[in-house]
Structures are given as C-alpha cells and as structure tokens.
C-alpha cells in the first residue's frame, strides 16, 4: 500500500482565481506530506513541506493535511500565469526514505 | 543558493552500452537519492545512498545498476547494460536528514535506442 492518488487535471484557470490541488494517499506510515512543482522536461521543485496534519502557509501558497481521511491539499491564491506547471504530492513514511509520488495535475493560469 | 547537479543533461546510447550518470548533491547533504521518471508516469524512486551504502531499493533497481560515491562532491548512477525501457528522466536528489526534504536536480534523459 504505497500508493499516492491524484487528480490528474489538466486543470484550467483564469488569473487571480483560487486553485486547489488534491491527492489522497493508502499508506498510514506516511508522515511527511510535499508539494513539487515541475516545469516541462525540468526537475521537481519543492514548494511546501508538512509534517503530520494540519495547514501550513507560505505566501500563496497554502498546504494543508488531514490524516484522518488520508487528504493531501495545495490551495494556490491569485494564481498567476507563471504558476503554470504541473503539481506532484510525495509522501515520505517516518522509516523509510523513499518518496511516493502521485502522477501529477497539470495547471495553467490563463492571463 | 546551492542545488544539485547533474551530467549530462541528455544521454544517448544503444542498447547493450553501460551508462554512467553523475550528480553532485548539495554540499552539507548527507542522504542522497535516484529516481526516474518514464516520460508521461509518476516519479519513481531507484535508490537511497547513506555513509557510503545503500540504504534502501526499490524492485527496479536491479542488478543492472548501482551506484557510488567517488569522492567527496560527486554521486553516480550506473547501468550496465541499457535496455529500451530504460529511457526515461533520472533525477538526483540529496537531504541533510532521511526525513528531511529532498531537493532535486535538473535531470538526465535518457534515451536508450
């Protein structure tokens, strides 16, 4: 049970709107929840990093983790065009080391 | 601010030929990873490196690769004998902790023909 579910978009949304990317995860030993962003043919950025559940912000971004339903959350406010890319959650369990990640949502911002 | 890189950032060989794809972690890292993502599917994780040892795989790692630490700066990932499915994207990754953040490279793709 490693698996990590996501979205799969592609999402659309016209500038300055509210995104919200979602993932749901199987595994209970996940204890570590991330948000990559990933431009075409580049590697995974990472924009937020929680531990356990809870919200965590930064700027506009907003991460959010409820364990009790195993929901993994990316809200994005006034979303811009250079938001465009596609979002990959990654769950990591407390013993092991490997990231699980979901298959991506692809998200363009139109101006 | 530091980041990780890696050589070359585009690889062609034919199947058969041992490939060697390099990566240099972020200096004060300690944990350092590979992964691979087959074009249009999920990132996949191969490997975690810790005091100069695996410490963990997954299926796909097998005997075909392994990796090293030559010295102090650089991390390699080698396959020995190329097959056609394993073109792909290998990323590297390093953290300062194994439950730390992992920060990833630009990537290597691979094309096996």
């Known amino acids: 049970q490693k698996e990590v579910e996501q979205d799969p978009g592609p999402l659309s949304v016209p500038e300055g709107a509210i995104v919200s990317l979602n993932c749901t995860y199987s595994n209970s030993a996940f204890q570590y929840f991330m948000w990559y962003r990933q431009y075409s043919r580049k590697g995974p950025e990472l924009l937020m990093y929680t531990y356990s559940s809870g919200n965590k912000e930064d700027g506009r971004f907003t991460a959010q983790v409820d364990k009790s339903s195993k929901y993994i959350s990316l809200f994005i406010r006034d979303s811009q065009p250079s938001d465009s890319a596609t979002y990959l959650c990654?769950?990591?369990?407390?013993?092991?080391?490997?990231?699980?990640f979901g298959s991506g949502t692809q998200l363009t911002v139109l101006p | 601010e530091p980041e990780v890189t890696q050589t070359p950032s585009h690889q062609v060989t034919q199947m058969g030929q041992e490939v060697i794809l390099r990566c240099v972690p972020i200096s004060n890292h300690l944990y350092f990873y590979w992964y691979r993502q087959i074009l249009g599917q999920k990132v996949e994780f191969l490997v975690s490196?810790?005091?100069?040892?695996?410490?963990?795989k997954s299926e796909i790692f097998d005997d075909q690769f392994s990796v090293e630490r030559p010295d102090g700066s650089n991390f390699t990932l080698k396959i020995r004998s190329t097959k056609l499915e394993d073109s792909a994207m290998y990323f590297c990754a390093s953290s300062v902790g194994g439950d730390e953040t992992q920060y990833f490279g630009p990537g290597t793709r691979l094309l096996v023909l």
């Open positions: 490196f810790y005091n100069n040892e695996i410490s963990e």
């Open positions: 990654a769950s990591l369990s407390g013993s092991a080391r490997q990231l699980t």
